[in-house]
């Protein structure tokens, strides 16, 4: 037989069942919506993991930072007190 446009279909995105024919109608207008659910998707779990990444993957930059700037505020020297 021929393919039913108006059968329910079930939109993952809207977790319910939508008539197939306007599934079509909003794939066609909406094109980058999917693409948005998925980035905020994407950048929600990046922001949950980035605390748990950071601490196993980077070095103690704070602590170099940290001597970089004790070390060149000891070694300079003030006009005023010479």
């Given at each position: 037989?021929?393919?039913?446009?108006?059968?329910?279909?079930?939109?993952l995105y809207a977790?319910?069942?939508?008539?197939?024919?306007?599934?079509?109608?909003?794939?066609?207008?909406?094109?980058?919506?999917?693409?948005?659910?998925?980035?905020?998707?994407?950048l929600m779990l990046?922001?949950?993991?980035?605390?748990?990444?950071?601490?196993?993957?980077?070095?103690?930059?704070?602590?170099?930072?940290?001597?970089?700037?004790?070390?060149?505020?000891?070694?300079?020297?003030?006009?005023a007190t010479t």
């Open positions: 037989g021929m393919f039913d446009v108006s059968k329910p279909v079930f939109d977790f319910r069942q939508v008539r197939g024919d306007a599934l079509v109608k909003y794939n066609t207008l909406n094109q980058s919506e999917p693409l948005r659910i998925n980035l905020w998707a994407l990046i922001a949950l993991l980035a605390p748990s990444l950071q601490t196993s993957l980077s070095m103690d930059n704070t602590s170099i930072i940290g001597t970089t700037l004790a070390t060149t505020t000891t070694t300079t020297t003030d006009p």
